[in-house]
């Protein structure tokens, strides 16, 4: 089976002791030369592990791929199964952003050393061959990210080298939050009024000057070939919403673009829940889940676009939405591996989740037969996004009516998402299937769904091209089409199109 997460999955990080240290203070007279390991914090902007190794004195970056993200996986703990971690098109993503980091660092003076290996091996070893001091890094909320940030320090400490942590994720820092991180509250609203009411988001750090980088003395590093990592070259399918380019570059770009050259945001509130085009949300989340950009300088943007253009409750949706982002970050950071469990946070066992690799099989191909469903599938696999509306009714179908472990469902987003973040991907999964921050009901009627969000059929035969002349009338429901109708709109269901895997007049969750 192809997605899932990481073997973190299996083991534990206290989640109460991950983040109660953070960058200790570094006497800059005994801090000569500082390496700075680069993370999900692929920028220049706003990165306080870079500007705080700048002002140290010699500063030298480095970033390693890590093998144990490409290549297949196993899911740990209760009922494991096999995933492949990363798919063609983050690793896609993530080379593009590497290589943009590269270059806005030599454009400074600076560099980047680049290996292909892990962490705990690669940032140790340019540490001991350049003699550092220090080593500045981002500190990240999810358990496997905690392990191989646990793995580093032992070994530099070993070294007498200090590992100085920064938190450099959110768009609220960490110590800025009105209680502990394990106090705060497991719903967003509270969590939202809470920050909002008694928490101030931090300045955008500018971008700091940077000495050259001694990166010849280990050598800077070429940028692996997916050949090298493991996975596929993927080609750009014209049909998907925007060709997400990696890299700081590209993420300010965008931003600017959505903001001020398209001036989208005076209308965002209205137009999130679209499902085809470039401009009915903003798509930063690529950006900011690589850490390509940083909330904090989104933030800062809407605020300049409330003061020049308008503000309304569209400007404030996108921030309503860095926090909901920001909720996952700290929910993970307070609860640790129980998020992974298949009751969830809430230790649910009342849930009869079902086994059946055929009916996933089926659901991860986009061939359910529900077009709604297999649209957002079919945008998936060929693109690597969904939007927000199209993921909601796609997990909903897998988790609420087909009853299948969510946990599949998570992973194998985890695979194909270029936008993809563990804390986002897994918590709101775990909010869909009901043993998450919420355990209400939240099952999706994915036919009523689509007849509101694509009421002309637009988004369905965009992506499953046998039901293009089926009218909007019927074409999220194809299954109710006559044998005469069937062949006067050119689609025989069962060989141009499935016949739908449960019984839709029914409930969804008797499966055919």
Same mark, same amino acid.
């Given at each position: ?13 206290? %989640? %109460? ?13 005994? !801090? ?57 098109? &983050? ?23 680049? &290996? ?38 032992? &070994? ?82 014209? $049909? ?15 931003? +600017? ?8 945001? $005076? ?43 308008? !503000? ?12 909901? $982002? ?47 469903? +297999?649209?957002?599938? $079919? ?25 299948? +472990?969510?946990?599949?469902?998570? %992973? ?74 069937? !062949? ?25």
């Amino acid at each position: 089976m192809q997605g899932a997460s990481p073997s973190f999955r299996s083991g534990g990080v206290a %989640a %109460a002791d991950a983040f109660k240290s953070l960058a200790p203070v570094i006497d800059p007279m005994t !801090a000569d030369t500082a390496v700075v390991w680069f993370r999900r914090d692929l920028r220049v902007h706003d990165n306080e592990a870079l500007a705080e190794a700048a002002a140290d004195g010699e500063v030298l970056p480095v970033y390693a791929f890590d093998p144990r993200e490409y290549g297949e996986r196993e899911f740990g703990g209760e009922r494991s199964f096999r995933y492949e971690k990363t798919g063609a098109v &983050r690793a896609r993503f993530r080379r593009e952003s590497v290589a943009d980091l590269r270059e806005r660092l030599r454009e400074r003076g600076s560099d980047v050393v680049v &290996r292909h290996g892990r962490p705990e091996e690669v940032v140790p070893a340019v540490a001991a061959a350049v003699d550092a001091d220090v080593v500045h890094f981002g500190a990240l909320p999810t358990p496997e990210e905690v392990g191989v940030e646990n793995a580093v320090r032992t &070994r530099l400490r070993d070294l007498d080298v200090t590992p100085a942590r920064h938190w450099t994720h959110t768009l609220y820092h960490l110590n800025d939050l009105p209680t502990p991180y394990t106090d705060i509250a497991d719903t967003y609203t509270s969590f939202r009024k809470s920050v909002e009411n008694r928490a101030t988001v931090r300045d955008p750090l500018p971008e700091p000057d940077l000495p050259t980088a001694p990166v010849e003395e280990v050598g800077a590093g070429p940028i692996p070939t997916p050949e090298d990592l493991g996975v596929d070259e993927i080609e750009y399918d014209d $049909r998907a919403a925007l060709r997400f380019e990696g890299g700081e570059s590209a993420g300010t770009e965008r931003l +600017d673009g959505y903001l001020f050259e398209e001036d989208r945001l $005076r209308e965002y509130k209205e137009t999130r829940n679209g499902l085809l085009g470039q401009g009915y949300s903003s798509k930063l989340s690529p950006w900011l889940n690589e850490g390509c950009l940083s909330p904090r300088r989104v933030r800062r943007e809407v605020k300049r676009y409330e003061r020049e253009r308008v !503000a309304n409750d569209s400007t404030y949706w996108l921030l309503f939405e860095l926090i909901w $982002r920001d909720f996952f970050q700290f929910q993970f950071a307070k609860h640790g591996v129980d998020f992974f469990r298949r009751g969830g946070i809430r230790r649910r066992d009342d849930i009869d989740w079902r086994e059946d690799d055929a009916a996933f099989r089926r659901w991860a191909a986009g061939e359910t037969g529900l077009p709604f469903v +297999d649209a957002a599938m $079919r945008e998936l696999n060929e693109t690597g996004y969904q939007s927000n509306r199209a993921r909601q009714n796609a997990a909903s179908f897998l988790a609420n009516d087909l009853r299948i +472990d969510w946990r599949r469902g998570a %992973a194998y987003f985890e695979t194909r998402l270029v936008d993809y973040d563990p804390a986002s991907n897994y918590g709101n999964w775990a909010y869909i299937a009901g043993v998450g921050n919420d355990s209400r009901d939240r099952r999706f009627d994915v036919v009523e769904q689509a007849k509101k969000y694509d009421g002309d059929g637009e988004y369905v035969t965009h992506w499953i091209p046998a039901l293009s002349d089926v009218p909007p009338s019927n074409v999220h429901e194809p299954w109710t089409l006559s044998e005469q109708e069937q !062949a006067e709109y050119d689609v025989q269901l069962g060989i141009d199109y499935p016949e739908p895997m449960v019984d839709p007049e029914g409930s969804y969750r008797t499966p055919r």
